[in-house]
């Protein structure tokens, strides 16, 4: 069992940046688990934003984000980070951590079935 909480989300004006940071408990030491961000914008499905492998040699940002997203893992912490910079309105979501099983130690997931477990979100509000 996992368990994941976001931290970092709240305010910023267009241009700004933030860093969003996910601490993951892992109850069975040693399982691996591919860690990322989704996403669900105001009134919109939920997307993916970015993901790393539970090895860190594999890293996945979301196309329409490259650029201005960036994830790193500590894996000595468990913990993952969204730095997010030239913020839009457009990016104005509640974030969510993510984390999903998988024996392929670089296995990255970029789709919502693929994850096992959820962190509660955090908002982030980009205003213009």
């Known amino acids: 069992q996992v368990h994941l909480v976001e931290s970092g989300g709240g305010l910023v004006q267009a241009g700004g940046s933030l860093r969003l940071s996910c601490a993951a408990s892992i109850r069975t030491a040693g399982r691996p688990y591919a860690l990322g961000w989704f996403r669900r914008p105001p009134g919109k499905e939920r997307e993916f934003v970015a993901a790393?492998?539970?090895?860190?040699?594999?890293?996945h940002v979301a196309d329409p984000l490259e650029g201005r997203f960036t994830i790193s893992r500590d894996n000595g912490k468990n913990t993952i980070s969204l730095q997010m910079n030239s913020l839009k309105p457009e990016d104005t979501a509640v974030y969510y951590c993510t984390a999903a099983h998988s024996t392929n130690t670089a296995y990255v997931p970029t789709k919502a079935p693929y994850v096992d477990y959820w962190g509660q979100g955090t908002q982030v509000t980009v205003s213009s």
């Open positions: 790393v492998s539970w090895d860190g040699t594999t890293s």
